[in-house]
């Protein structure tokens, strides 16, 4: 399981959360944003979209009452991209 845009692997609980959902390891994913810039797709063509599922990231940053670095969750949804292409614009 890749990120279509990026090519990066999603790992540990990413990947089992996917998995857990049906899909395998050829399927790819992307966010809505990197969605949107897929030629030929707009978010008036995705409306309505579902996404396939919510991931978690871990983003380091500064605890702003202590100054020390904390490991903080970023949630963010993705969509499968075989369902995103096919709305394409023809």
């Known amino acids: 399981m890749i990120n ?3 090519g990066n692997e999603y790992t540990g609980q990413n990947e089992q959360t996917l998995m857990s959902l049906g899909f395998d390891e ?3 994913f992307l ?3 990197q969605a949107i810039k897929v030629e030929g797709v707009s978010g008036k063509a995705l409306k309505g ?8 990231r871990y983003v380091n940053e500064e ?7 904390e490991m903080k969750p ?3 949804s ?13």
């Open 4 to 6: 279509a845009i990026t």
């Open 26 to 28: 050829t399927d790819s």
């Open 31 to 33: 966010t809505f944003k």
């Open 49 to 56: 979209i579902k996404k396939a599922a919510s991931l978690v």
């Open 63 to 69: 605890n702003k009452e202590t100054g020390k670095k």
């Open 74 to 76: 970023r949630y963010f």
């Open 78 to 90: 993705v969509f499968n991209y075989k369902e995103v292409i096919s709305r394409r614009a023809a």
